[in-house]
Structures are given as C-alpha cells and as structure tokens.
C-alpha cells in the first residue's frame, strides 16, 4: 500500500541543475520525515536531506549544502530536490525515504523509493 515514487533523473552536463520529486502515498503515520539518498556505483548509500512534515524543517549533508534544496508541496505531500551547480560527484542513484524520525542513517527509514538514476557529465 506504502508508495514512494521518484521523478525527475536524468543525465546534466558537469554546472548544470536537475529538479527530483517524490510522491509519497499510503503512509500510515501522520507527521514525520522525508529524506533524500544516494549511492554511487561501488559507494555506501549515503544521506542527502530530509525534511519535517510537520514544520518543514530542513536538515542537509554538508556535500550539498548551498547547492541542493528539499522542498515540499503541503497539498499533494510531494517533496522536490533542487539540486544547482552540479558535479560530477554528484552522479548517483538517488532514493526517497520515509521515516517516523529524523536520522542521516538510511536503516531508521521504513518505506523507499524505487530510486532515479542522477548522471552528472563533463
């Protein structure tokens, strides 16, 4: 029942920018986190941002910070990832997640995405 869906992946060239959404439905808890992943190839899957459903708090990891915003859209419980200026090191899968609590640690999230491939080109 529990759907996260992910759009928006694609390939960008090395200072170019890409929007990622994620539709979230079924959830069963009111309230709290959505939070964005990644992993690139022979890499750990790693935290990228999260946000409050609740208040709309924003948390991100330093690699990104300045250059990527989550975001959410109240109406339809969508959460967008702008993600400017990007590199080549930014190349990955990336993963929406919820969780009841917020946690940079991918095993305190419950439900997931099916994840949308970032590749970012020189």
């Known amino acids: 029942q529990v759907r996260l869906v992910e759009s928006g992946g694609g390939l960008v060239q090395d200072g170019g920018s890409l929007r990622l959404s994620c539709a979230p439905s079924?959830?069963?808890?009111?309230?709290?986190?959505m939070a964005w992943f990644r992993q690139a190839s022979g890499k750990e899957r790693e935290f990228v941002a999260a946000?409050?459903?609740?208040?709309?708090?924003?948390n991100y990891a330093s690699s990104v910070k300045g250059r990527f915003t989550i975001s959410r859209d109240g109406a339809e419980n969508v959460v967008n990832l702008h993600m400017n200026s990007l590199k080549a090191e930014d190349t990955a899968v990336y993963y929406c997640?919820?969780?009841?609590?917020?946690?940079?640690?991918?095993?305190?999230?419950?439900?997931w995405g099916q994840g949308t491939q970032v590749t970012v080109s020189s």
């Open positions: 946000i409050s459903r609740t208040t709309g708090s924003t």
């Open positions: 997640a919820a969780g009841v609590l917020y946690s940079t640690n991918q095993r305190m999230y419950d439900y």
């Open positions: 079924g959830l069963r808890f009111s309230g709290g986190y």
